[in-house]
């Protein structure tokens, strides 16, 4: 789960635990932001930095990052009657029975690695989980693809060193981040959420 992918997943997951389902929109674009940041953050630092160095720092960071969630942030249960206060995926032992009296049991899954079975279940169980997944898989595969792609014609056709490519990718961050934490958090309300 430490690559990027997998830490933008956990990042949106401990979100959408967290925020209202009304506030969800904004929450969303001002985090896809702040990546966006730091994606420019990186990029800038790629762009000063040595080719020998740049892998060095970035396996620093990501290892110091991971650290970083593994001790500062938590797992949130809450037990409330509101259904839009509550995750989007409930952990209890069985979906079909009727638990009213009893409640619901947690299960641990901090330290145990989920079997291709349990992913399964998990996503045939939550309607807005599969589509999350769904989502996040062609979103990044269509990033990847079309970033290797410009970056292979770049080089190719203009012969880009790394620093030409790092002006290029600068730009597209900086747009990518003023838009997603102004136009996102502004709209997104007011067009809603309904797919």
Do not use: W
């Not at 420019?40 to 650290?67: D, E, K, M, P």
């Amino acid at each position: 789960m430490a690559t990027q992918g997998g830490v933008v997943c956990l990042a949106l997951a401990y979100l959408a635990d967290n925020v209202s389902e009304g506030k969800r929109v904004s929450a969303f674009g001002v985090l896809s932001g702040v990546i966006f940041a730091a994606y420019v953050g990186g990029t800038f630092a790629a762009r000063l930095l040595s080719t020998t160095h740049i892998f060095q720092i970035s396996a620093v960071i990501s290892t110091l990052a991971a650290i970083y969630m593994v001790i500062f942030l938590k797992e949130t249960t809450r037990e409330t009657d509101d259904a839009l206060e509550q995750p989007i995926l409930n952990s209890t032992e069985n979906d079909d029975v009727d638990n009213s009296c009893k409640a619901p049991k947690k299960k641990e899954f901090i330290g145990k690695i989920p079997s291709p079975r349990d992913i399964f279940r998990m996503l045939k169980s939550s309607t807005t989980f599969s589509l999350a997944a769904f989502v996040a898989f062609f979103n990044s595969l269509a990033e990847t693809g079309l970033e290797a792609c410009l970056l292979y014609f770049l080089k190719a056709r203009f012969h880009f060193k790394k620093d030409q490519f790092a002006d290029v990718l600068l730009i597209a961050y900086v747009g990518a981040t003023i838009s997603n934490m102004l136009f996102m958090p502004t709209l997104g309300p007011k067009i809603g959420e309904d797919i």
